[in-house]
């Protein structure tokens, strides 16, 4: 089915325009302004929305029996065809970055074998965002790895951080030119706070079997991914994920000194719930390593979904009569900002937030969320912490990994059998606050 770009420019315009009716449109004098050149966007990732991602590691997860995901991604939201649709959506929603990871997997499709038609490809999509006044915020892996590279243990192979840091000199050499910031990992260290928080054992052993299976598939020891992975194998994970970034970010920078770049990470909002509490060693635990990494970054990435109140015995549950997510945990509007100011704080850096939502099939608690959420930020930069942007996660409902298609994080929602991109109302906040650069 063919769809018309510009039918998609003028049915989101129209949208954002009625729910926005009853929304002044001259400045509040009592709104909290940010800095002039604050940057607002939405983030997006390859494997997620762009589909039939054939050559890479999660890919051939995914299709294996048995399987820990829900489903395979197959066409996902087909931003591999429609990717200008998406930049157009960002554009009507008043923002000026966009968020989206290139993906290694089309890029190196077998060791040392660079595909330049790929390349070209997101060359264009970084064209395609300035000439939007979207600046390209790029992911050089945002999870996903060629299947090759998991087939041979992965981040715990004693070479990755060098076959690492030769696919981002290469893409960099086609790319950087472009590209407004990069970040070389996303979420290096989820393997680490997921076990932490606590998976269900289902999942996690269901995961086992797969990854068994996928090293016998491959003829291989250990087929490792970055976000699969059996906790015996996390903390060596770890030490190669660390050489993967730093190898990296030297890497990307022999290519353009100038260009600002960094990590994300998945930064919870760490409470003490009482005396003795675990939030420090929790903290050290699941950040440390990599807050002392970053220093020598341009930036850090912050990606935060939710509050942990710490004892001094575990995570208490949520509070009574709290609005929950769909996976069952607290909303908790100012986790943002306690995530930003601690990560600053044990950095030194300034920070972009590289995302920030909610998963949920209301859209009312998404909607109700952002200014939440964004009212607590600017009080931690009015406090002197250099934040520098906001990327909500994310743009479309898409793939979240071995939930499927289940949970919805989206500012749009797409259909699945037409791929037709229809703005929420959450949508509509957000683009009110970044026309007015204020909340």
């Not at 890029?107 to 040392?112: K, L, T």
């Not at 000199?169 to 407004?180: F, P, T």
């Not at 660390?242 to 190898?247: K, P």
């Not at 059998?417 to 509509?428: D, H, L």
Request: proline share 6%.
């Amino acid at each position: 089915m063919t769809v018309d770009r510009r039918a998609v420019l003028a049915g989101g315009a129209a949208l954002l325009a009625g729910l926005e009716w009853s929304e002044t449109t001259s400045a509040n004098p009592t709104a909290a302004q940010f800095p002039r050149g604050f940057l607002w966007g939405a983030a997006t990732a390859g494997h997620q929305v762009e589909g039939n991602n054939t050559n890479s590691d999660t890919w051939f997860l995914e299709h294996l029996q048995p399987s820990a995901f829900k489903e395979p991604s197959g066409d996902a939201c087909n931003s591999l065809e429609l990717w200008r649709q998406d930049l157009d959506l960002a554009k009507t929603l008043g923002l000026n970055t966009y968020r989206f990871s290139i993906e290694w997997a089309r890029i190196e499709p077998a060791p040392g074998e660079y595909s330049v038609a790929m390349l070209d490809h997101y060359r264009t999509m970084i064209e395609g965002c300035r000439e939007r006044g979207l600046a390209p915020m790029v992911t050089f892996n945002h999870f996903t790895c060629p299947r090759w590279f998991s087939a041979q243990g992965g981040w715990l192979n004693a070479t990755a951080s060098d076959v690492f840091a030769r696919y981002c000199e290469r893409a960099a050499r086609h790319l950087a030119a472009g590209i407004a910031v990069a970040t070389t990992l996303n979420e290096p260290n989820l393997m680490r706070l997921l076990r932490s928080l606590g998976l269900p054992p289902a999942l996690l052993n269901a995961q086992r079997a797969m990854l068994q299976a996928a090293a016998t598939s491959s003829g291989t020891a250990k087929f490792v991914a970055a976000n699969a992975a059996n906790a015996e194998d996390i903390d060596s994970m770890m030490t190669g994920l660390l050489a993967a970034h730093r190898a990296g970010r030297g890497a990307i920078k022999s290519v353009r000194p100038e260009l600002p770049v960094g990590m994300s990470l998945a930064l919870v909002d760490d409470q003490a719930g009482g005396p003795d509490s675990l939030r420090d060693a929790k903290r050290s635990e699941l950040y440390g390593e990599w807050l002392e990494v970053a220093k020598a970054d341009d930036f850090l990435g912050v990606q935060n979904y939710e509050r942990a109140r710490w004892t001094n015995t575990g995570r208490l549950p949520p509070p009574p009569g709290a609005t929950l997510n769909w996976s069952g945990a607290e909303i908790y509007a100012p986790s943002l900002a306690g995530a930003v100011r601690y990560a600053h704080a044990a950095s030194g850096l300034p920070i972009i937030v590289t995302e920030h939502g909610v998963g949920t099939e209301d859209d009312s608690v998404r909607a109700a969320l952002i200014p939440a959420a964004l009212i607590e930020l600017k009080k931690a930069m009015d406090e002197g912490i250099p934040v520098r942007g906001y990327m909500h996660w994310s743009l479309l409902d898409n793939f979240e990994w071995v939930f499927g298609y289940g949970p919805k994080f989206g500012l749009c929602s797409v259909d699945r059998t037409t791929f037709v991109r229809k703005p929420k109302p959450s949508a509509a906040v957000l683009a009110r606050i970044a026309r007015h650069n204020a909340v």
